[in-house]
């Protein structure tokens, strides 16, 4: 399977989300399927934000405001994704953990924020392959 490959879910949650898709939420996102980051505080799941040095197992008590207002849009959450220590690198490569690799070419670290390929780029497995200086500039 892709989560065997990539890795990127931290925390599944895809039986309650088969579950609450049988009821249609109401919103723009009636339940499109998305994932949480894992440094967002989700009622009943530990928030783990990348890191070894943040204790296992305590599940929060409540949902972000955050969260709140993006799943009252209607989207059907599948479980939290793993993300970079404290979220502070462009790759994630977590200490306590396999990285995620990037999902067009599984030998190197993938790139926060983006699942578009590169395809200016060779795919390659050497560390200086894949750096925080291809995020992509916007137009003006």
Request: charge should be neutral; charged fraction near 20%; proline fraction near 16%.
């Amino acid at each position: 399977s892709i989560n065997d490959v990539l890795q990127p879910i931290a925390q599944p949650d895809f039986e309650a989300a088969r579950e609450r898709s049988r009821h249609a939420p109401e919103g723009p996102f009636p339940g499109v399927p998305t994932l949480i980051k894992d440094n967002q505080p989700l009622a009943g799941f530990p928030t783990l934000q990348g890191s070894a040095a943040v204790v296992r197992g305590r599940p929060a008590r409540e949902t972000s405001g955050f969260l709140q207002d993006y799943l009252s849009l209607g989207f059907n959450y599948l479980g939290k994704s793993r993300l970079p220590e404290f979220g502070f690198s462009c790759s994630t490569e977590p200490p306590s953990d396999p990285p995620v690799p990037n999902p067009w070419c599984t030998l190197r670290p993938g790139r926060a924020n983006t699942l578009e390929p590169e395809p200016r780029r060779p795919c390659t497995a050497s560390p200086e392959a894949e750096t925080c200086a291809i995020f992509r500039q916007l137009p003006h």
